[in-house]
């Protein structure tokens, strides 16, 4: 066939997204933590909410964005964030005690007295031990109160998964190999994020995808990024250079380098997030026709509630590749994408949750494609497609840091060349820990 590598290739960056998705989310949270230690809650908050929107979802994070809607003085928001970690091993005593200083702030001493009495017995540690006993002495007069604890502040996440693909080449039904109709998959990915100075933030994670059968579509990816963050007026912004490496099937595939430009500020409703990744592709010796340039500028809209957050976008990407050329044949790699999104993340209880995403793709290569009819002769054709995608995650926290969780991920590839047009199907479910 005379287009697999094209394939391959369109495969590999496809699941390069996963990992990718949950690096911006630990970015975002640590950002979040950064903000909130320099006393800028309104950009904390706002890069709080970003981080829960891409997918984080535990308790830590609740604990923080309650904590940061008590600084902001909106202590109804505060408290409905408590409110769904009262039970959790680690911060239902905290979540307590916090209650409580929200109650005093609404001037019900009773109420306050009750969440410091939970807070007490539910206490794992001296210091909320002391915390809770010294509020109950103080509402009797007796003492003074002392503040909350504050956030930690590195965080990470690893995850394992086992699923099942329908379509791993990404073809059309005509044009897939018996050895490539499904098969079934084994998925982990981690990522870290924490400060080295007070503006300097250190990224870094990987992500594996290996097939039972179908080998050459196994896929290992590694990356690490160093970033600038910055207070600009009503802006918080970022500067980085972050760096990754893909292999395939055991074998060097790709190499990269990424310049990251962003803004994020808040709005009357919500958050802006404005980013740009301009990147070098170096392809390996078999795969030097993926070399070239690709910028993607990502404009986004974030906002919601505790229970319910939402983030809707638009991404425009620009490539330059040098493309797939033999003798008069040629493919062209140099696709210029126009997507619109929407995902929606849902609180159903302080341990249930789901994030819903749907996003339609337009992507219009630069040059045509020449390929050969069933007669043999040479045909072009300008390559023109329409992507829609669609998945939802439920997951379940079993603790603050161990969770699980059930994907399905739908896509139908329509395109002006047939090989290019096709569908897939994926099932996941995995099991995650977050720190």
Known sequence: MMFSNGRVAAFVLGMGMSAAVLADASSAYQEGMEAFRNGQFEIALGRFQEAENEGMQTPTLHYNLATTYYRLNRYAESARHFDLIQDDARWGALAEYNLGLIAEQQDDSVRAFEHYQQAYRKAATTQTL???AARMLALSGQAQAEPEPEPSTWSGYISAALGYDDNPSLTGVDEILPSESSDSFFETLGGFSGNLSESVRLNGGFYSRAYDEVNEFNVTGLYAGLFHDRQLG??????????????????????????LTQGLRPL????????????????????DYLDGIRNRLTVSWVGGSAEQLWRVGYINEFNDRDDFAVGPLFQSLSPVRHSIFGQLTQQFSARVSAITRLEYRNSRYRDDDVGVDADYRLIKTRRDEDRMEGSMMVRYDMSDTLGTFAEYRYTDNDSNISRYVYDSNQFMLGVDVAF
């Open 234 to 259: 009503h802006w918080r912004t970022a500067l980085g250079l972050s760096l990754d490496n893909y292999w395939l099937d055991g074998s060097q595939y790709m190499t990269g380098a990424t310049f």
């Open 268 to 287: 009357p409703v919500g958050n802006i997030d404005i980013r740009n990744q301009l990147g070098y592709i170096k392809g390996d010796a078999a795969y």
């Open 130 to 132: 002391q915390l809770s």
